[in-house]
């Protein structure tokens, strides 16, 4: 009985809303959720995809904000990365890319064999620094986010 009562204190004393279990960078490379992330660009995808799993993993995968960390990571450009065989599979992304990507001219289109939808974020040299899957989002969703995270161009304007 004393052992129950130390658990129940333990888990009472565990804050609520934090992250239950921190993931490997593999693992979360695996689900989508590579580089820098932070916890609060996790809490920003929580208001647009409503998959909780999808939110759930993103804070397995998280960094924790500091007081001096810009919440509002921002990236030079994007590529867009899919299989063309599978975009039968997914409308919204063929909609992004036919009716609304020509508002995005930092992001690019690369079609490779046997990818799910992914955005692959760039630096302002052209690396790699954040790839996020993008299988089940909406193309507003898409829209949103890419707004919100790439530095705006002059072609843009």
């Known amino acids: ?34 580089g820098l992330a932070l916890c609060s660009d996790c809490n920003t995808f929580a208001e647009y995809v409503k998959n909780q799993e999808l939110v759930s993993d993103c804070l397995k995968c998280c960094s924790e904000d500091s007081d001096d960390s810009i919440s509002k990571i921002t990236y030079s450009g994007a590529v867009l990365e899919v299989c063309m065989r599978k975009l039968v599979f997914y409308p919204e992304i063929v909609g992004f890319i036919e009716e609304e990507k020509e508002k995005f001219p930092s992001v690019k289109v690369q079609y490779a064999f046997n990818s799910p939808p992914k955005l692959i974020m760039l630096d302002d040299d052209g690396q790699h620094k954040e790839t996020i899957r993008v299988d089940n989002w909406k193309r507003e969703h898409i829209l949103q986010f890419l707004r919100g995270k790439l530095k705006p161009t002059s072609a843009a304007i």
């Not at 130390?6 to 993931?23: F, M, N």
């Open 1 to 34: 009985m004393g052992s129950l009562l130390v658990y129940a204190i333990v888990l009472l004393a565990i804050p609520l809303g934090s992250r239950a279990e921190q993931l490997s960078s593999k693992e979360c490379e695996s689900l989508g959720f590579t």
